[in-house]
């Protein structure tokens, strides 16, 4: 039986990796917080199934324990201090947990089981402002927030302990990704829950920011099943997930709104204090590597996740009724 460990288990990623890996029939870890533990909603369907080590990216220590204990075949690096705004108010503590974590994992991992294989999860925020649109596996980084400086970190510490050190360490570069158990302050899932309220009649209208701002948007559980194929090549290497293709949030709304058969116009307001102060850049993702080497391909393209995503809506607020 094959061993995982999985930081960040409490979040949207790492429960539906945890899923994954259960059912491919790995034993899985979880590495928590022990301030997390209050936060554990995503996670609470799995309990029993997944064994909770407690450790945190800012202690050495926790980390050499857990990885010692569970002597895990693959370890996946999902926790970071992910939230953008609160990496310009507290730039220090993000760098703790984002860029050191990561290199304070690595040593863990080359000390007590180096021949583990790692998934570092990096992200497109690394690109900031970039050169060349779709970005590539080659395309500079030009990171604009404390974030992005720190998973720039992250990502080139990872690449360079497989050079130095040869560990099977590897990068995953992901943009927006979705799920039902995103939260509703995120455009994607805000709207595909206001189509949802409106059409239950829970609601009159749905107050949105700039219509025009376009994302590369992919369906959560299609990136967790690129992360572990990732992990299954003979070679490790860096790759792109993404959906390859950009759409905008009026696209978005339109389409949602489709789903319940109402016309958008009707429902939807501008409401100026949902606009973004600087959103020029437009990031989204040349899948070309990772569908030529790795054969994985989005299940679930635009079309196909909005129904998903205002589904799942529609009927988590009957069920609720
Ligand atoms: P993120 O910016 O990729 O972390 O994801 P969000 O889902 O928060 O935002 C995606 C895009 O939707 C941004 O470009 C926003 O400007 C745009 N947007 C338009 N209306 C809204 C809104 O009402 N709420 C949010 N969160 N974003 C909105």
């Not at 090549?233 to 490790?236: D, F, I, T, V, W």
């Not at 792109?240 to 009026?250: L, P, Q, W």
């Given at each position: 039986m094959k061993k995982a460990l999985i930081t960040g288990l409490t979040g949207q990623d790492g429960s539906y990796l945890a899923e994954l890996l259960l059912e491919q029939g790995y034993q899985?870890?979880?590495?928590v917080r022990r301030s997390s533990s209050g936060n554990a909603d995503r996670i609470s369907h799995l309990s029993g199934t997944v064994e909770i080590?407690?450790?945190d990216l800012l202690d050495q220590c926790s980390l050499m324990d857990a990885v010692s204990y569970a002597q895990p075949?693959?370890?996946?690096?999902?926790a970071s201090q992910s939230y953008v705004p609160l990496s310009w108010t507290q730039p220090a503590l993000t760098a703790e947990y984002t860029a050191l974590g990561v290199s304070r994992l690595l040593e863990s991992i080359r000390r007590c089981k180096s021949d583990a294989r790692f998934y570092q999860a990096s992200?497109?925020?690394?690109?900031?402002?970039?050169?060349?649109?779709?970005q590539t596996e080659r395309t500079a980084f030009r990171p604009r927030n404390p974030y992005g400086v720190a998973k720039a970190y992250a990502h080139w510490m990872t690449i360079n302990y497989r050079q130095q050190y040869g560990l099977y360490s590897c990068c995953g570069v992901t943009y927006t990704h979705e799920s039902p158990r995103r939260g509703t302050e995120f455009v994607f899932r805000k709207i595909t829950r206001g189509a949802a309220l409106i059409k239950m009649g829970l609601?009159?209208?749905?107050k949105l920011g700039n219509l025009d701002a376009k994302?590369?948007?992919c369906y959560a559980k299609d990136a967790v099943r690129a992360m572990w194929m990732m992990l299954q090549?003979?070679?490790?290497d860096d790759y792109?997930?993404?959906?390859?293709?950009?759409?905008?949030?009026?696209e978005l709304v339109q389409t949602a709104f489709d789903c319940v058969g109402l016309n958008w116009e009707e429902y939807v307001s501008v409401d100026p204090n949902f606009y973004r102060p600087d959103e020029a850049v437009q990031l989204v993702g040349s899948i070309d590597k990772i569908r030529r080497q790795l054969n994985w391909e989005p299940q679930y393209p635009f079309k196909q996740l909005v129904e998903l995503m205002v589904d799942h809506d529609l009927k988590e607020l009957s069920e609720a009724q």
């Open positions: 899985v870890f979880g590495l080590l407690s450790g075949d693959e370890i996946y690096n999902l992200s497109s925020e690394v690109f900031g402002q970039p050169d060349e649109s779709p609601a009159k209208e749905l994302r590369d948007w090549q003979e070679q490790p792109i997930i993404a959906s390859g293709e950009t759409h905008s949030v009026r």
